[in-house]
Structure formats: structure tokens, C-alpha cells
């Protein structure tokens, strides 16, 4: 057995793991490269061998080269959970859209071809793998084969787990035929999160591959997160004008949507009822809306907080102050209104990296308004515009425009979709048999080495390899 890095190895996107074994080789994530890691789209290595694809979840840096690897022969099945076989298909065509600009009757073709091959497993189950194989090549080494057409044998059983990362999002068990388990961490969530239910760790993993995002770095707390959103935007609010929050259309913008509701039903005075009822809650990513349709559609997989919130009677992600703006129409008028009026407002719009969507015209009108505030609730990749905005530029390039940055920038991490070091440790150290091997991908350099370094000292592992260095 051994697995190869295609992507992740050295930064946090591109996510792509090849594990093979005698029996036959099954990929695990197909991301896009993003920011300073972005690389050319093609795939680079044999893809007809490969078995099965096994996707954790459907942020773009971890299933968007799957169109490219279909383009490269890529026919196996495709291994995910139920939640993630809904959303997928959604994702790549906003992907195909944005990146290539392919029109609506290309990218159903391609996106027919991908929803004929995903297989949706429940969360918790045992899954056989096999691998067809043709009689001629059987025959030789088993006498229980058939004379013709093709056969199967088992190359792995695999069990999808709750990764508490976003809607869907697991971590995959891999059991082998030779006794061995490996398992592969896909992003994991922080603990406590309202939305979502924390990842359990499991019971073994001669073999651990786990993520690094957040490996030398502790989140505030997700308790106070909300108490300090409510702060932000009190402060926002005596200034007058936008509050802009760049959000990933997975996972983030449900995570925001969720708080602000609870905000405004429990946690304010009278005064700032009275304020904050007037202010409209807007939703301006048409991606964010069918995504966040899903998560109403899958309220079985909540956290039991949000569960008994529902139960209640409220509507945390559906609520009245909450305005969608879905056609493009609309949205350029409102972000001319609010340039015009600095009327105060709380936008949540993609993409979370400001890297593209919609976000970028609020961004380019607004950011030199001293009114404005931009809070950054996620992780900014080297390069990405939501980077050079946290890290202090007075000026940033739009679409080809230099604007000044006058507005107040604020970072929280306590609304990060990634587990920090201490939840990275604490889901190795839950793991009831140690690991023979962890291997550490999915972070900067620094954070590989951060994780690898604590793992060592605990002696959580017999071995540590860091994906950086291989």
C-alpha cells in the first residue's frame, strides 16, 4: 500500500490523494489549485487504473478537476455521501460557468455524465468496493473464475463518517483486504459549532491522513463568536453604512445566516431591537441560496441545538429580516444604491476568498466609503484578494481598478469551517489504537510542521510524514 500526494501537499487547495494497493487504486478528492497555488487544470498522472473516486465534501479546492478528470478518461464510479451527491452537480456548474464560461446545454452534458457515476452512501455504512476486471487476466490466478465477461474482486470497504465540516462533509474510512485501515481526514470541523454536530473520531487508523489548515494556529472561541459579531456590528451601526461578510457558499454563509437570526431572537436589549430591526439581513449569492436550500432540505444531519431551535418554531435559515437577491439585475442595482445612500446593511455575498462572485462589486464601490466595515469570517489563500485586504493594503486591484481600502477590516476566526489545532489533536488523540502512520497534508508549510511537531512530542504516532516533504 501507498498513497501519492496529486494535490494539498504543500499549501490548502488542489486536493487530490491516490492510495493504491495490490488489489487496485482509488482517488480520494479532485480539487482545484487556488490562489499563489494555482496550476494549470489538467490532470497529470494515468487516470484509466483508478477504481473509484471518494470525495469528502464539495468545496471547490476538493471536487473542482473533476470535470478534467473525465476529460482525461475518468470513468469509475464516484463515492460520496447523500448530502454531498446533491450538492456536487451544483457546485461544478457554477465552477464551469465562472472558469470556463461554458453555456447551459455544454455543462449538462457534463454534469449528466457526472450524476450518472456518483454512488451516494449513507453516513455509517459499510461499502464494498470492487474492481471489474476482465476474465483473462482472472483466470490465471483464481480457478473460481469465470470463462468470459468481466468479474469483480473487493479492493477496499470504505465508511463515510461526519466530518462536521460543512453540509455532507465526512471523513472516509478505508479498510483493506490485507486487515489494514486507512483514513482519510477531508477537511474537519471545529468543535461546538451551533449548525452542524462535532466529528467523532474513529475507533482505528493504522494510517491517518489528516489535514494541517489551522495546524499552528487556535480559533477564538466559537461560544463568544456571536457575542462579538453582535459587537461589530453594534460598532458598524453607530458609524452608519454596509457591513460586507465574504462567505463561502458552503457551510459559511449557513453558519452566519444561523447566528444572526439567533441573534436578533435572543440576544438583543430593546434599544438594539428597535435598531436592528430596520436592517436588511441580504443574501446576494444565488449559490449560497440553493446551497443553503439543501441545508433545510437535510435538517436531519443538524447539531441538536439547531434541531430544538426548529423545533421551536424558529427558522434560522429562513428567516423575515433575511432578503435574497437573485438575478444580476437586482444586484447591481443594490450595490449602486447602497454606494449612493450608505444606508446601513448586512451583506453576505461569495466568494469567501474575494476571489470572484459578487462580492467583488461590493468590494469595489464600498471599500473606500470610511463607513464601511468588511468582516473576513474564513481562511484567505496566499494570493486571493480577501489576503492582500486582511493583511493591510491601503490599495487593492478590482477587475482592473485600483481602489483605496478606507473601510474597517476585521478577521474572525471563530467562524472558520476548519478544525484548529487543538480539535486536529484532540480528533488524533480520540483515535482508540495509535496509528502506526500519520500522514499530515493540507496546510502550509509551517502549519505541517506546527501539527507534525505536537504529534511527535504527544507520541501519538509511530510515524509522521509530512506531505511538504515527500
Known amino acids: 500500500m501507498n498513497i501519492i500526494h ?8 488542489g486536493s487530490c490523494h491516490q492510495l493504491n494497493t495490490d488489489e487496485g487504486k482509488l482517488l480520494i478528492d479532485c480539487g482545484l489549485f487556488q490562489g499563489d497555488e494555482s496550476k494549470p487544470l489538467n490532470i497529470d498522472f494515468p487516470v484509466k487504473d483508478i477504481d473509484a473516486l471518494l470525495v469528502t465534501h464539495t468545496h471547490i479546492d476538493h471536487i473542482g478537476r473533476i470535470p478534467w478528470l473525465l476529460a482525461a478518461g475518468f470513468r469509475a464510479p464516484i463515492y460520496c455521501t447523500e448530502a454531498t451527491a446533491q450538492l456536487m452537480p ?6 464551469l460557468r465562472l472558469q470556463l464560461g461554458m453555456k447551459t446545454r455544454q455543462r449538462k452534458r457534463v454534469l449528466n455524465l457526472i450524476r450518472s457515476l456518483i454512488r451516494p452512501i449513507k453516513y455509517n455504512t459499510w461499502t464494498d468496493i470492487k474492481r471489474a476486471s476482465t476474465a483473462s487476466t482472472q483466470i490465471a490466478s483464481s480457478s473460481k473464475s469465470s470463462a468470459s465477461g468481466p468479474i469483480t474482486s473487493t479492493i477496499a470497504s470504505i465508511r463515510f463518517q461526519p466530518a462536521g465540516h460543512i453540509l455532507g462533509s465526512s471523513y472516509i474510512e478505508v479498510d483493506l483486504p490485507n486487515g489494514e485501515r486507512v483514513v482519510f481526514s477531508g477537511d474537519l470541523g471545529p468543535s461546538n459549532t451551533p449548525l452542524l454536530p462535532d466529528p ?7 494510517v491517518l491522513v489528516i489535514e494541517s489548515t489551522y495546524g499552528d494556529k487556535t480559533h477564538e472561541s466559537i461560544a463568544s463568536r456571536a457575542e462579538r459579531l453582535k459587537a461589530l456590528i453594534n460598532r458598524s451601526l453607530s458609524d452608519g453604512g454596509v457591513i460586507v461578510i465574504p462567505a463561502f457558499s458552503v457551510g459559511r454563509t449557513q453558519e452566519l445566516l444561523f447566528d444572526i437570526e439567533n441573534l436578533l431572537a435572543t440576544s438583543l436589549t430593546d434599544d438594539e431591537k428597535r435598531t436592528w430591526s430596520t436592517i436588511p439581513v441580504i443574501l446576494d449569492s444565488p449559490m449560497a441560496a440553493k446551497v443553503t436550500e439543501q441545508y433545510r432540505a437535510f435538517k436531519s444531519l ?3 441545538e439547531a434541531k430544538t431551535i426548529l423545533d421551536s418554531g424558529r427558522h434560522p435559515l429562513a428567516f423575515d ?24 446593511a448586512i451583506v453576505v455575498a461569495a466568494s469567501g476568498m474575494c476571489n470572484g462572485g459578487r462580492v467583488l462589486n461590493y468590494l469595489k464601490a464600498l471599500l473606500p466609503d470610511k ?5 473576513l469570517a474564513g481562511y484567505q489563500a496566499r494570493g486571493t484578494l480577501g489576503r492582500n485586504i486582511q493583511r493591510g493594503d491601503k490599495h487593492v486591484n478590482i477587475d482592473g481598478e485600483n481602489i483605496a481600502i478606507n473601510a474597517h477590516i476585521h478577521t474572525m476566526s471563530g467562524y472558520s469551517a476548519h478544525a484548529d489545532r487543538d480539535d486536529l489533536l484532540a480528533f488524533i488523540e480520540g483515535i ?3 496509528p502506526n502512520e500519520i500522514r499530515i497534508v493540507h496546510g502550509d508549510k509551517h502549519a505541517q510542521e ?9 507520541g501519538l504516532a509511530e510515524k509522521v510524514v509530512l506531505a511538504v516533504k515527500v
Open 321 to 344: 429580516q433575511c432578503i435574497t437577491i437573485h438575478t444580476h439585475r437586482d444586484h447591481i442595482g443594490l450595490v449602486n444604491r447602497l454606494k449612493q445612500t450608505g444606508e446601513p
Open 302 to 304: 443538524w447539531s441538536q
Open 450 to 458: 506546527a501539527l507534525g511537531g505536537e504529534v511527535e512530542e504527544r
Open 200 to 206: 467523532i473520531s474513529p475507533e482505528r487508523a493504522d
Open 6 to 13: 496529486h494535490g494539498a501537499k504543500d499549501g490548502v487547495t
Open 90 to 95: 451544483m457546485m461544478l456548474d457554477d465552477g
Open 371 to 375: 463607513r464601511t466595515d468588511v468582516i
Open 432 to 434: 482508540t489504537q495509535k
